[in-house]
């Protein structure tokens, strides 16, 4: 926060001097822009003394050949409008100003600006049209793209950065996104993986963007990983898909590959009728909230032979068939199991992705999701400063568990 002490004295007559007769809304606007050209031009003046070695009106230092060349005008869009200038030019064209780069026409508060509105899922003639009505000068759609396309290095970047080399926790799940693809729209995955390493702290590994969520594309992902650094995954907790531990144990053998109960319960509801929805919830809770494995196996048989369970069959198939990925989680304390049987650390990640997604209707190209999903992922994981308390707590049995997996960091 800005303190008293950051703002240097300023002369009151001098102060007075500046604004002159200015009194409205619009003059102090006009009065701003004014000082923000002329600053402008000072700071380019002041650059280009600094690349020929002398201010105007001094001697040329001894065997100095090149000088001052005139001026260039050039419009640049600012956060208060746009603001004409006059870019000083040198003899043998040597002159490369920094405040105004060569070829640049947006300064970089501009480009911030049209990045947030685009990350809040507003359109490009949304954008123009706001930006118009704010800087009162007309924007091109190609100025808008522009300056989004130019997050795509920021976004190649990103998904190729060094990754840490073990994660206690990672967490992968994907969601649907409408992207047209030949000229038909269709539904593809957006896969993401939310790590949680050894301080708590939650980061979102990458995301992929593949025409069908399948395990096949998991391995592909896994493998990606594995070459950003990462070699060991302590816990790898999934929704459940079919051949996606193997996909995970195959190229990190040691991962102890979770289940979440939550789409576990879906799935059995789902073979329910309605009305018997509840019931049947809650049943299957006492499964899953059992204190021990042996006391969520007897659970388990014990609603098989209810009248629910009977009535139901394909519920405790269902659940005997994932069986190996449930029971871990009887491993831990309470507070941490309700941590590791579930996914919802991504899926209120997802939550908030789905609302900036859903104002776009779909995508032109899997690039343009690809930046949109970036931007909304920058904003949001700006939030997570600081590591979460139940992931904090979580972590000291998780290094009893794993032992040296958790605790070694060379």
């Known amino acids: 926060m800005a303190k008293a002490k950051d703002f240097p004295e300023f ?37 280009l003394s600094a690349h020929l070695g002398y201010a105007p009106g001094d001697a040329k230092p001894e065997g100095q050949t090149n000088h001052r060349n005139g001026t260039t005008p050039k419009t640049v869009l600012t956060d208060t409008g746009a603001v004409p200038l006059e870019i000083p030019r040198d003899r043998d064209g040597s002159f490369r100003p920094q405040l105004v780069p060569t070829g640049v026409r947006r300064l970089p508060q501009f480009d911030a600006n049209v990045l947030s509105l685009y990350a809040r899922g507003v359109s490009v003639r949304e954008i123009q049209a706001h930006l118009e009505q704010l800087y009162q000068v007309e924007v091109a759609p190609s100025v808008i793209s522009s300056v989004t396309a130019e997050v795509m290095d920021e976004v190649t970047a990103w998904q190729q950065r060094p990754l840490d080399r073990v994660y206690p926790v990672v967490i992968f799940d994907a969601l649907r996104v409408k992207i047209r693809d030949e000229g038909i729209v269709r539904n593809k995955a957006v896969y993401l993986a939310l790590g949680v390493d050894r301080d708590g702290q939650k980061d979102v590994l990458g995301l992929w963007i593949e025409q069908t969520e399948g395990a096949g594309f998991w391995l592909r992902v896994m493998t990606e990983l594995k070459s950003r650094g990462v070699d060991d995954i302590l816990v790898a907790l999934v929704d459940g898909l079919v051949g996606f531990p193997d996909a995970i144990t195959t190229v990190f053998p040691q991962a102890q590959v979770h289940h979440c109960v939550v789409h576990l319960v879906r799935q059995s509801l789902a073979l329910v009728n309605w009305k018997e929805r509840k019931a049947a919830a809650s049943a299957l809770r006492a499964i899953y909230r059992a204190p021990t494995e ?117």
């Not at 009151?12 to 009065?31: C, H, Q, R, Y």
């Open 11 to 47: 002369d009151p007559s001098t102060l007075d001097a500046l604004i002159g007769d200015a009194k409205s809304p619009e003059d102090f606007v006009v009065l701003m822009r004014a000082i923000q050209k002329r600053l402008a031009e000072r700071m380019l003046a002041g650059e």
């Open 294 to 410: 042996p006391a969520a196996v007897d659970a388990l048989d014990a609603f098989a032979a209810s009248p629910t369970g009977t009535k139901y069959p394909a519920i405790a198939t269902l659940w005997r068939r994932h069986w190996p990925h449930v029971a871990p989680v009887f491993a831990y304390p309470p507070d941490v199991r309700r941590l590791l049987y579930t996914t919802n650390a991504i899926e209120s990640l997802h939550m908030q992705l789905r609302k900036i997604v859903k104002t776009r209707g779909h995508f032109p190209t899997d690039e343009a999701a690809t930046k949109l999903l970036y931007l909304a992922l920058r904003n949001i994981t700006t939030k997570w400063r600081r590591a979460s308390p139940t992931w904090q707590a979580a972590m000291p049995f998780l290094a009893m568990l794993f032992g040296t997996r958790f605790t070694d960091r060379t």
